[in-house]
Structure formats: structure tokens, C-alpha cells
């Protein structure tokens, strides 16, 4: 015991735990504020409505993933001030291009996805999606920036103001015209609200100038470093259409009101993600890229951030895990009981997610986005197999439980290959 207490004594003095209670503390008091605001928000809006919001984020979460092609991995790669400045305007352009593409395909398909889920209202809101695409496009860049430079009360900021207004925003039209458009405006305030806070707050020396680059410059680049393209594209697009895959398959064969009861559950069950897991990695990516480019065993730095998160994570799980159904019922009203059922099958898997989520940007640092391609289209095989299973009529809960088991498999080889990773040793994974 006096180990363990004197390990998490010299965790919280060191640097890197000052900068993530200032991450933490900000998202701290953001799900706070969503913790207050959520069961009034469920009582204004119906489990459908909620379905539909989800069905929308889940294809704007999918489709996103090519806006920039992974390129703004490079705003934290790269070494010199310069190419960081190329790297911005590599990933402004791509994401500006794609925005213009994706409206396109939207004319063309948001007619038939609305028919697949059996929603006519989701015709109309597809239309927004690649507004939703330029503004989160051009936020993470900004993200990236002021990560590289350390600014972190500032991301504090932005995020504890997108947590408000995206509630109250909600809260507000609901109230008024009891429409999901509160819903949706909601959701758009907290994705433009970023890109103009964050462009204003930052620095100087991180508001790069067109006129300072070329085109041949930017080309050579995207050249250079075809591997995020080839491999780190496709493999979050993957990657992200595996985790939205849940709400495809629920939308399509058990309803949008399924949709919204699963929605709810992944977002309480994310709230240590989001208020631990999340701050560690915003922390953690600049630290491994850093230690590794000083061709320096990041292995340490790994094993230092998995225990305390393992341990948290298991004491969380634990304590909470027979009471989730009377607890959602409590908290959001009667028809939501069935929620903290769905979260007591995929408790496990948040609990995987929970510590992999910091670990896993290994990969990007040690540049081994074929492995974690490889990976992944294996998992994706699995899920798609799984879906199939659920068409043959096996419940929602069958269906969450065959998911549950998968990802949580792919979370733990990654978090053993990560490690790998870290001591160097080009040998041990080549």
C-alpha cells in the first residue's frame, strides 16, 4: 500500500500531471455541466429524436475521417516551425476540398441513407453534413496547434465553452419549439465554436500565413508522408466506421429509438474517457513524440499512464456495475432503464477503451500505421460478420455482447503491441 501510494504521490508532482489537471479539471467541470443538463435534455427530447441526432453524428463521424486524409498527425510530428506551417496549410486545403466533395455526395445519397434507416427527417439534416465536416476539420487543426505548443488552459477554455453553449443552445430551442432542431443547432454550435475561438486565442507565432507558403512545398510534403494517406486513412476510416457500427445495425434493424437508448449509453459510459482518458492522450501525444524522435524508449511513459488508469477503471467498474439500470431510471426517467442495461454488457469494453485510448497513439509516433491497419481490417471482418448474424433475428443485447468481445480483443493486442513499440526495438515488430 505505501508503494502505491507513494507511486501516485510522485505521479501527481511531475509536469506532465500538471498539464493534465489542467485538461482534466476544464473537462471535469464540462461533464459536469453535462451531467446537470442531461436529464433535462432527455426529458425535453424523445429516445427517436435522439436516434436521429445519433444516426446523423455517426455518418458525419465516418465520413470526417477523409477531410484531412490523418495528415494533422504532422502539426505534432514535425520538428521545424517551418513545415509545421506547411503541414497546417496541407491539412486547410484538404479539409476546404473534401467539404466541397462531400456536399456532392450528399445530393446524391442522402435519399437513399434515409430510406435504409426509415427516417424522412434525416434527408433534410444530411444536408448540413459538410458544414459539420469543414468546422470539425478546421478545429482539430487548431487542436493540433495548440497541443504542439502547449497551450492547454486555452484548450481548457474551448472546451468547458462548447460544453455549456452545446446544452444550453439545446435546452433552449427544445423549450421553445419542442423540434429536434434544438438538437441539431446545438451540435453546430459545439463544432463551429472551436475554429473561431481557437483562431483568435492562439498565439501569433501559430497563425501561419498562406502568402509564407507554395504549393510545390505543400506537395512534397503530402509526398513525403504518403503513408498517413495509404494507411492511417484508411484504417481510422475503418476504425471509425467499427465504433459507429453498432448504431448502423441497431438504426437499420431495431429502430431509432434503439439508436437513441444506445446513444445514452455510450456517452455516460464514455465520461471517464472524455474526463481522464482523453486529457492523458491530449498530454501524452507531444511527450512520446518528442521522447521517440530523441530516439528514446517511450515504454516507461506507457507502463506509467496504464496502471493508475487500469486501477481506476476496475475500482470504477466494480462499484458501479449492478446498479447501472436502476441508476439510468433514476437520472433520466423510467424509459431509459434499458439504457444501463446496455451499459452493464458493455461496461468491459469502455473499461479497454478507457486505458488503450492514450496508449494507442503509439502507432503514430513509431509509425507503424500498416500493423495498425492490419489490424483493424481484421476486427472490421469480424464486426460485419456480426452483423449479418444480427439480420438473422438474435437480439440487441446478443448483438452487443458479440461487439463487446471483439473490440475489446483489438484493444488489448494493441495495447501489448504498443508497448512493443516503445523500447525501440525495430526487430521485435518489422
Not at 359 to 378: D, G, S, T
Not at 401 to 419: E, H, K, T
Request: contains cysteine; charged residues 15%; hydrophobic residues 50%.
Amino acid at each position: 500500500m505505501e508503494k502505491l501510494i507513494s507511486y501516485f504521490r510522485k505521479l501527481t508532482m511531475s509536469t506532465f500531471a500538471k498539464n493534465v489537471s489542467v485538461l482534466g479539471s476544464s473537462t471535469l467541470i464540462a461533464q459536469l455541466v453535462s451531467i446537470i443538463s442531461a436529464p433535462l435534455l432527455y426529458r425535453i427530447y424523445s429516445k427517436e429524436q435522439y436516434g436521429l441526432l445519433g444516426i446523423y453524428m455517426a455518418i458525419t463521424g465516418v465520413v470526417g475521417v477523409v477531410s484531412t486524409l490523418q495528415y494533422t498527425h504532422l502539426i505534432l510530428l514535425e520538428r521545424d516551425n517551418e513545415r509545421v506551417g506547411t503541414a497546417v496549410w496541407l491539412n486547410r486545403g484538404l479539409n476546404i476540398g473534401f467539404s466541397f466533395v462531400s456536399f456532392g455526395i450528399v445530393l446524391l445519397l442522402r435519399g437513399i441513407i434515409a430510406k435504409y434507416f426509415e427516417i424522412p427527417q434525416l434527408k433534410f439534416w444530411l444536408l448540413f453534413l459538410p458544414l459539420s465536416i469543414f468546422f470539425s476539420g478546421q478545429s482539430e487543426i487548431y487542436r493540433k496547434l495548440a497541443n504542439r505548443e502547449n497551450k492547454f488552459k486555452i484548450l481548457s477554455i474551448n472546451n468547458l465553452s462548447v460544453a455549456i453553449l452545446t446544452p444550453a443552445t439545446s435546452i433552449l430551442i427544445g423549450v421553445l419549439t419542442n423540434s429536434v432542431a434544438g438538437l441539431f443547432v446545438g451540435l453546430l454550435v459545439g463544432q463551429i465554436l472551436p475554429t473561431i475561438f481557437l483562431k483568435i486565442s492562439l498565439p501569433q507565432e501559430c497563425k501561419f500565413q498562406l502568402s509564407n507558403q507554395n504549393l510545390k512545398s505543400i506537395k512534397k510534403m503530402a509526398s513525403e508522408n504518403k503513408h498517413f494517406f495509404l494507411y492511417s486513412t484508411p484504417t481510422e476510416l475503418i476504425n471509425r466506421f467499427a465504433s459507429h457500427l453498432p448504431v448502423f445495425v441497431i438504426g437499420g434493424i431495431f429502430g431509432s429509438g434503439s439508436v437513441g437508448i444506445y446513444n445514452l449509453c455510450v456517452r455516460m459510459l464514455g465520461l471517464p474517457i472524455d474526463l481522464i482518458s482523453s486529457s492523458i492522450t491530449e498530454v501524452l501525444k507531444p511527450k512520446l513524440s518528442v521522447t521517440y524522435n530523441l530516439d528514446k524508449s517511450c515504454r516507461e511513459i506507457l507502463i506509467g499512464v496504464i496502471k493508475p488508469l487500469l486501477i481506476i477503471g476496475i475500482i470504477g467498474l466494480i462499484s458501479i456495475f449492478y446498479f447501472l439500470p436502476a441508476l439510468f431510471a433514476f437520472v433520466f426517467g423510467e424509459e431509459w432503464r434499458e439504457a444501463g442495461k446496455f451499459a452493464q454488457v458493455l461496461s468491459f469494453l469502455y473499461l479497454a477503451r478507457f486505458v488503450a485510448r492514450p496508449v494507442v497513439y503509439m502507432y503514430f509516433v513509431a509509425r507503424k500505421q500498416k500493423e495498425y491497419l492490419l489490424i483493424h481490417l481484421i476486427y472490421i471482418f469480424c464486426l460485419l460478420v456480426s452483423y449479418f448474424i444480427a439480420k438473422t433475428g438474435i437480439s440487441i443485447y446478443e448483438f452487443l455482447i458479440l461487439y463487446s468481445i471483439i473490440y475489446s480483443i483489438m484493444y488489448i493486442v494493441q495495447i501489448y503491441r504498443s508497448l512493443k513499440f516503445s523500447k525501440l526495438d525495430n526487430s521485435i515488430y518489422s
